[in-house]
């Protein structure tokens, strides 16, 4: 195959492996080795000078792995990829690698529980602040932007509010005085959302959710322009080491085959599901992209999104008692964090993901102690359904 583009459902299938380079196999081989050998010393110098193509040791890169990221980068439209040991690991080494003392980091209006640990991090041992923005116009990212802003970090739809984030408009304004946005864009994954396509600059999963598909793998992935990539290749990645295994990069590869016809059905799943919460008289309130109570997230969603998504939030009519009450009444649907996996799972954030964050932080972030996320698994959607029906009667 040259280099013809295909539909992202046949990329998903075959972008960045070559069979012929591989004996002919049509999966791409595990490269399951921590070291490689050189032919000789002088080989050695010169891999280790840059001097010459090729691999030296897995942590600096990996032919399985080295699949991964193209491929990945393929789906996000961006030049390059690079892939981490989890999510967390990415999302660290991208802060870093763009930030140093004394700069700030913007970010959108709420973020993943464990990147809130890591901005106060920054902030309490390296002197890098962070504000939180609604992003919603011009004037306000205007205003909220200093001039020691050394990067924008959005995530869209916002967990687990589902608030959603204009990527175009963030972007021009960022661009225009050279900052660079970063996307967490692991609710979506490049099936529904491509945000580089947008004007953004780098994006970042954790691999661990629709991406893999099968909840056995932890990993993380960042895609961005070639000399990012390299740069954060270069240093934060070999020098700190969050580095994936090759078999869960060839695990990983086997999950994207299949990461269109999987979206779809979360998809669908989801958006029966939607139906059947918005009418129930124990339901207080619903969370789901494009969903009307947020002014202008539908015409958001339409321009950005390809579908809403598998992800639906909701409060129940109660105390935190009562929620916990119905997630134990629940017999299909587990109890787990995690998202984008074949079984349905459910989460309390104010409890589970997002418990380290401050109560007041939470409540701004409308994280209510009634509040349920829940991630539409691939069973047939009226199981789930009954499942949510008979709990929602017992409370
Ligand atoms: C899970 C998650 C992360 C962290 O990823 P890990 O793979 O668990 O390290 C980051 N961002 C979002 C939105 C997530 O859902």
């Known amino acids: 195959m040259e280099n013809k ?11 960045g492996y070559l069979s012929d380079e591989h004996q ?7 490269y399951q080795t921590s070291t490689f050998t050189f032919a000789s010393a002088e080989q050695g110098e010169r891999r280790f000078a840059g001097q010459e193509e090729g691999y030296i040791y897995s942590r600096l890169g990996n032919p399985t792995v080295k699949i991964l990221e193209d491929r990945m980068a393929k789906l996000e439209q961006g030049e390059a990829g ?13 802060l870093t690698a763009l930030t140093k003392t004394g700069d700030r980091i913007l970010c959108s209006q709420g973020v993943y529980g464990c990147t809130y640990g890591l901005l106060q ?13 609604l992003m919603s116009s011009k004037e306000i990212l205007e205003e909220e932007i200093r001039p020691n802003t050394a990067c924008i970090y959005i995530e869209t739809p916002i967990n687990p509010t589902m608030k959603l984030v204009d990527l175009e408009l963030v972007a021009s304004i960022a661009n225009q005085r050279g900052i660079p946005v970063v996307v967490d864009n692991t609710f979506c994954s490049p099936y529904l959302q491509t945000p580089i396509s947008l004007g953004c600059d780098v994006v970042i999963h ?12 932890i990993a993380g992935i960042v895609v961005g322009k070639s000399d990012f990539i390299q740069q954060v290749s ?10 994936v295994s090759p078999f869960d990069a060839w695990l990983l590869l086997r999950g994207i085959k299949t990461l269109p016809v999987r979206m779809d059905r979360h998809c669908e799943n989801a958006s029966k599901l939607v139906e059947f919460l918005r009418n129930h008289p124990k339901v207080e309130k619903l969370y789901f992209p494009g969903n009307s109570d947020y002014v202008d997230d539908n015409r958001i969603m339409q321009k950005q999104m390809k579908k809403p998504g598998g992800l639906i939030s909701f409060s129940i009519k109660g105390s935190k ?33 997002h418990a380290v964050v401050p109560v007041e932080e939470r409540r701004k972030m409308g994280i209510e102690d009634t509040l349920l996320r829940l991630s539409v698994g691939l069973e047939a959607w009226e199981d789930i359904q009954e499942d949510l029906d008979q709990a ?4």
């Open 321 to 353: 008692q009562t929620a916990q009450l119905f997630m134990n009444q629940l017999k299909l649907i587990k109890i787990a964090v995690s998202l984008g996996d074949a079984e349905t799972l459910i989460q309390h954030p104010a409890t589970m993901t």
């Open 392 to 395: 929602l009667e017992k409370i």
């Open 5 to 15: 583009n295909f539909r992202f459902e046949t990329e998903a299938i075959h972008s």
């Open 82 to 94: 690079l892939a981490f040991s989890s999510g967390m690991a990415a999302v660290s080494a991208v």
């Open 121 to 133: 991090l920054l902030k309490d041992k390296y002197d890098i602040a962070h504000d939180f923005s």
């Open 206 to 217: 954790s691999a661990t959710k629709y991406i893999c598909g099968h909840g056995d793998v």
């Open 234 to 243: 270069r240093t934060t990645q070999k020098d700190i080491g969050g580095t």
């Open 24 to 30: 002919g196999s049509l999966v791409p081989p595990l």
